[in-house]
Nanobody, 115 residues
């Protein structure tokens, strides 16, 4: 059973930045395509960024140019650097596999952007 632990969320003003780390307990983390997801109140969970083991990244149009996903395979950690945050980025953020069967979801980390 893989455990995912997200952190780094908080309350930030519009235009601010946050960096979210997610630690995975999976020992084969290095070969997994990882993603950051978010779920806003009343909305479905959506994938906002994904990164391959080779560090090739893709982004949802809504965050392109503002968010950067990265990973440290030695630490089984994937990061989401969020810049120029907007009110509509307010959500609970989760990490998980971006392809194949997903692992159990972690608690997520709340990001609240005040306008």
């Amino acid at each position: 059973q893989v455990q995912l632990v997200e952190s780094g969320g908080g309350l930030v003003q519009a235009g601010g930045s946050l960096r979210l780390p997610c630690i995975a307990s999976k020992t084969t983390f290095t070969i997994i395509v990882m993603g950051w997801y978010r779920q806003a109140p009343g909305k479905q969970r959506e994938l906002v960024a994904a990164i391959t083991h080779g560090r090739s990244a893709n982004y949802a149009d809504s965050v392109k140019g503002r968010f950067t996903i990265s990973r440290d395979n030695a630490k089984n950690t994937v990061y989401l650097q969020m810049n120029n945050l907007k009110h509509e980025d307010t959500a609970v953020y989760y990490c998980n596999r971006a392809n194949g069967p997903q692992w159990s979801w972690g608690q997520g980390t709340q990001v609240t952007v005040s306008s």
